[in-house]
């Protein structure tokens, strides 16, 4: 079984530019997530949709960050404009149901580095 | 509020060792979940256990154990003879629920950068 995609796997973006990361879920299931990793912390949550719905987004920085699942599958995450302390991993993860205590799978992550 | 702590930060140990892992978690929910995931330099988070509230139990796979004890709010993890290909950053984590039960959001500790020498 196919795990969790993402692209691009690495990027160097100018400070006020924009990037796009895309994420294909593990097959079938419903529940993504994106989660942000700074270097030497653990990862925090930034979006969690159910299918094309947000459950959670309380942790998106809405000024500059986005995200869409429009056809309840793959997932885009934007930044515009990037600032510098937006250097970090962005995982993508997915669980096959909602709820608490079921496994979450993560894709290798997007690394960005904003210069 | 939900919070994980994992106070090691680095550990480094030679191969064969025997190495635990801390882990001490805050919750105020009855219901809830804990797990570790292993981080390898590609990035990628591995799963390696999920442990429910009410499963006190500890769990042994293989070279790995974990110890789960409600009454001091913790969940260490314990490698056996370690090996050099068990480098990596390990993360406890937390999954708290909601009052829809939309949970399976994870809090993550700070991680703790394990490394095994020949």
Do not use: M
């Not at chain 1, 793959?74 to 997915?94: G, N, R």
């Not at chain 2, 981080?39 to 499963?55: K, M, W």
């Amino acid at each position: 079984e196919a795990g969790v995609a993402q692209s691009p796997r690495y990027k160097i973006i100018e400070k006020r530019q924009s990037v796009a990361f895309w994420c294909n879920p593990i097959s079938g299931h419903a529940t993504l997530y994106w989660y942000q990793q700074i270097l030497g912390q653990g990862p925090k949550l930034l979006i969690q949709f159910q299918n094309n719905g947000v459950v959670d987004d309380s942790q998106l920085p809405k000024d500059r960050f986005s995200a869409e699942r429009l056809k309840g599958v793959d997932s885009t995450l934007k930044i515009q404009p990037a600032k510098l302390e937006d250097s970090a991993v962005y995982l993508c993860a997915s669980s096959s149901v909602l709820g608490t205590g079921n496994t979450i799978y993560f894709g290798e992550g997007s690394w960005l580095t904003v210069v | 509020a939900q919070k994980v702590t994992q106070a090691q930060t680095e550990i480094s140990v030679v191969e064969k060792e025997d190495v635990t892992l801390d882990c001490v978690y805050e919750t105020r929910d009855t219901t809830y979940y804990l797990f570790w995931y292993k981080q390898p330099p590609s990035g990628e988070l591995v799963f390696l256990i999920r442990r429910n509230s009410f499963d006190e139990q500890n769990e042994i796979s293989g070279r790995y154990s974990w110890n789960f004890q409600k009454s001091t709010s913790s969940f260490n993890f314990t490698i056996t003879a370690s090996q050099v290909v068990d480098s990596a950053v390990y993360f406890c984590a937390l999954s708290e629920t909601d009052i829809y039960n939309q949970g399976g959001k994870l809090i993550f500790g700070q991680g703790t950068e394990l490394s095994v020498k020949p």
